[in-house]
């Protein structure tokens, strides 16, 4: 890796950093957590774990010009089962570039708060 980009992603973490610590100085109070064997309890009625699939390609070359993008979804529990909320995305930079609340289409019967953090 070049100097200068290592330079700059480490520059680039400490800014994050302090982002994040100065957010959740500021942040409301995190919701309950939810015990771990409720968690997988709770999994099993949403079919989890998924199924996992294999790479179709062995290795990928790295590329300074490959953008590479971090995506979240939050759920919702609606009449019509597990539905997309909100979704997020961040650059290599971890810069937001999208963030988005979805309006199901299906009434909400749990926003899952502990889990998504959705309200």
Known sequence: ???KKLQKVK?????MKK???QARSSA???PPIMPMSD???SSLGEEYPLACTAAT???YKAKWD???FGIDCEMVKTTAGSTLARVTMVDEHCKCVLDEFVKPKEDVLD???PLSGTR
Do not use: F, G, H
């Not at 520059?11 to 800014?15: H, I």
């Open 57 to 59: 390609v062995k290795e």
């Open 1 to 3: 890796v070049p100097r």
């Open 11 to 15: 520059e680039n973490a400490k800014k």
């Open 28 to 30: 409301p109070p995190a």
């Open 19 to 21: 982002i994040s610590d």
């Open 66 to 68: 490959r953008r590479v």
């Open 111 to 113: 926003y899952l708060t």
């Open 39 to 41: 968690l997988c309890m």
